[in-house]
T-cell receptor, first 112, second 111 residues
Framework: DPKIIQKPKYLVAVTGSEKILICEQYLGHNAMYWYRQSAKKPLEFMFSYSYQKLMDNQTASSRFQPQSSKKNHLDLQITALKPDDSATYFC???????????FGKGTRLTVV | GDQVEQSPSALSLHEGTGSALRCNFTTTMRAVQWFQQNSRGSLINLFYLASGTKENGRLKSTFNSKESYSTLHIRDAQLEDSGTYFCAAGISGGSNAKLTFGKGTKLSVKS
């Protein structure tokens, strides 16, 4: 059974629209993250949260906003979508910051 | 430049043979992880090392933090080992948990 659940698996969005990517982890971890993988760039870190608090933001654009409603949830809201946002977005978690990180299966976003 | 330099970028092996993948780091890293990304895109954890060597079946990994490199050895390669292998590391002394990934090694195992 997957312990980090990402929804949806695939997502097609129109340029300018807004989408929310869902992530829930059932590993009992305290730290959660978002990473992005596109055809043009290797896997890159976006955000880290620890105990539902933002610890690090490496995303230049404010169009990307993480939302943590519960300790084991970290959703990603993306507004004003652009074709360049097309990528696979991975949610991840670890017991604590700096410890082994585990990844969900990703949400593949295509912006048309 | 890149903080994590991974090589080779691509590798082709016949079943039963082996090889090594390597990551060089341009800054001091506190720990390294190795992942396999399979054909469905899932990232599978292979190893997490803060130092030393770990072995799991046909895979063995070493992390030398002083000399800033890590290796992943694959022996007796099987068809299911095909995929892209990534190393990822966290910067030593950093207050965050950011993992910096290499660009990956695309491994093809042929019969």
């Amino acid at each position: 059974d997957p312990k980090i659940i990402q929804k949806p698996k695939y997502l097609v969005a129109v340029t300018g629209s807004e989408k929310i990517l869902i992530c829930e982890q059932y590993l009992g971890h305290n730290a959660m993250y978002w990473y992005r993988q596109s055809a043009k760039k290797p896997l890159e870190f976006m955000f880290s949260y620890s105990y539902q608090k933002l610890m690090d933001n490496q995303t230049a654009s404010s169009r990307f906003q993480p939302q943590s409603s519960k300790k084991n949830h970290l959703d990603l809201q993306i507004t004003a979508l652009k074709p360049d946002d097309s990528a696979t977005y991975f949610c991840a978690s670890s017991q604590g910051q700096g410890l082994e990180v585990f990844f969900g299966k990703g949400t593949r976003l295509t912006v048309v | 430049g890149d903080q994590v330099e991974q090589s080779p970028s691509a590798l082709s092996l016949h079943e039963g043979t082996g090889s090594a993948l390597r990551c060089n780091f341009t800054t001091t890293m506190r720990a390294v992880q190795w992942f396999q990304q399979n054909s469905r895109g899932s990232l599978i954890n292979l190893f997490y090392l803060a130092s030393g060597t770990k072995e799991n079946g046909r895979l063995k990994s070493t992390f030398n933090s002083k000399e800033s490199y890590s290796t992943l050895h694959i022996r007796d390669a099987q068809l299911e080992d095909s995929g892209t292998y990534f190393c990822a590391a966290g910067i030593s002394g950093g207050s965050n948990a950011k993992l910096t990934f290499g660009k990956g090694t695309k491994l093809s195992v042929k019969s």
